[in-house]
């Protein structure tokens, strides 16, 4: 951030110079470059209240008092937490999965929804033992199959 207001500070100065342009008028013009460079819209958006999710002080505004978006609002707020455990889920089987395949082993999920890597052979017997069973991933509490995810193995209770 420094670094470009000082650069933009040093383009203001060349091109506000002229050899009849006193040191006065060279710093105004410098000074009022710098400011304009630091009233940026992306400030603007930073102090802007937040909402995400139906958490945030900015929710009140957002609903401007319509009693349906602030009952989804609640609703997502509710859901919250289990949506960032199923991103997260997500985010884990599509990235992991292949790394572990490489030396020889198989994230399975457990019953807590951690997960564990095992051995493939350690898998292929718990396989034969009834122990894991595939599962489909889905996503939105439930509603939906997330077709980015292969099937993932998962611990039967």
Do not use: H, W
Not at 41 to 58: D, L, M, N, R, T
């Amino acid at each position: 951030m420094r670094s470009t207001l000082v650069l933009i500070m040093l383009i203001g100065l060349a091109l506000g110079y002229q050899p009849s342009t006193n040191r006065r008028n060279l710093l105004q013009q410098a000074l009022v470059g710098v400011f304009v460079a630091s009233s940026s819209p992306a400030e603007a958006v930073i102090s802007s209240k937040y909402c995400s999710a139906g958490v945030g002080e900015g929710c009140g505004d957002l609903s401007e008092g319509n009693e349906l978006i602030r009952s989804l609002q609640e609703k997502s707020a509710m859901n919250r937490e289990r949506y960032q455990q199923e991103a997260l889920d997500a985010y884990y089987m599509k990235n992991y999965p292949d790394f572990f395949s490489v030396v020889g082993k198989t994230l399975v999920k457990k019953t807590d929804g951690t997960f564990v890597a095992l051995a493939d052979s350690e898998v292929e017997k718990l396989k034969q033992d009834g122990k894991v069973t595939f599962e489909i991933p889905r996503t939105k509490g439930g509603k939906l199959v997330d077709v980015t995810q292969k099937p993932n193995l998962v611990f039967k209770e």
